[in-house]
């Protein structure tokens, strides 16, 4: 299932001075469901803001980008941030937990968001995914109180709640020492695994680079197959493969918009 279809995709912005800064342009890419991409780039690429576009926190300012079979430029907002509440889930390096917030008040979070059972269920669900990160007994402990590496797990647990069909990583394992980084990673790939969810890592690490089974490149904007990492032999070609047309996935979307239409949702 294609969950993003991204074709001459760019982002300019207004500087203070009113001047245009164009920080992404040309952008084509597709992600599939169970896709694993990592993506490096120099500081200033504009890796972030391609993943704010993936992730539906911010919306191209050029081309085209459909989300599920939603052009992204045409819903409304707060369709927008429906769909990234239930299908999006975001890791980002500095783990952005709730202070004073018990690990598993911040698990919750998502779910206050969402509809019917998984709302009424919250608490156990947040739970039992705490559990499945190695937090089940701490539970109750707030994150000052947690190393680098618990935090990042219960950012993990926050980012799965609602096991989201795109998993966003900026950097998770920037903060953390090799081992632990290691770990994380396997932990978010191991949650993808069982869900199918697709994960599009950023980083700065080869080595989490190469975890990936498709690499690319942010140079200066623009996104380039890369032949430094293990699948030196992927044709730039590879970047797009032909779109299947997915009707279902689509009424599917539709539905689970409808369905949280009552609901507030939050990035
Ligand atoms: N809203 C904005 N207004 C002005 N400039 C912006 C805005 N967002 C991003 N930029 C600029 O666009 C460029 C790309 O930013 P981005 O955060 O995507 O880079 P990055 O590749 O993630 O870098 P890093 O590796 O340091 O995190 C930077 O020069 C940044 O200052
Ligand atoms: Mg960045």
Redesign the pocket.
């Known amino acids: 299932m294609t969950l993003i279809e991204a074709h001459g995709v760019g982002r300019t ?3 203070p001075d009113g001047r245009p ?1 164009t ?2 342009s040309s952008v084509d890419l597709t992600v599939s469901e169970s896709d694993r991409v990592s993506i490096v ?12 576009l993936l992730g539906l926190l911010d919306a191209p300012t050029e081309g085209e980008l459909a989300f599920l079979g939603h052009d992204v430029r045409r819903i409304g907002s707060g369709a927008r941030d429906r769909l990234r509440g239930r299908e999006v889930g975001f890791v980002f390096q500095q783990f952005n937990l709730l202070p004073g917030r018990t690990a598993l008040e911040n698990v919750q979070t998502p779910l206050l968001y969402s509809g019917g059972r998984e709302f009424w269920r919250r608490e156990r669900i947040a739970r039992e995914m705490l559990e499945r990160v190695g937090l089940g007994e701490r539970l109750t402990t707030k994150p000052e109180r947690l190393s680098g590496g618990e935090q990042q797990r219960v950012a993990i647990a926050r980012a799965l709640v609602r096991r989201p069909r795109l998993i966003l990583a ?2 998770p394992t920037g903060a953390l020492d090799l081992e632990t980084g290691a770990e994380v990673m396997a932990l978010i790939e191991s949650v993808a695994a069982e869900t199918g969810a697709a994960l599009v890592t ?1 980083t ?1 690490d080869p080595a989490i680079a190469a975890r990936s089974n498709r690499h690319l490149r ?1 140079v200066s ?1 623009r996104l380039q197959a890369t032949d430094a990492a293990a699948d030196a032999s992927a044709p730039v070609g590879s970047l797009h493969p032909p779109a299947t047309p997915d009707a279902d996935a689509d009424a599917e979307a539709i539905a689970i918009a409808e369905a949280d239409a009552d609901v507030e949702a939050v990035a």
Do not use: F
């Not at 780039?41 to 704010?52: A, D, E, M, V, Y």
């Open positions: 912005v207004e500087l800064l920080i992404l780039g120099r500081s200033g690429s504009g890796k972030s803001t391609l993943l704010n900026d950097e950023i700065h942010l904007g």
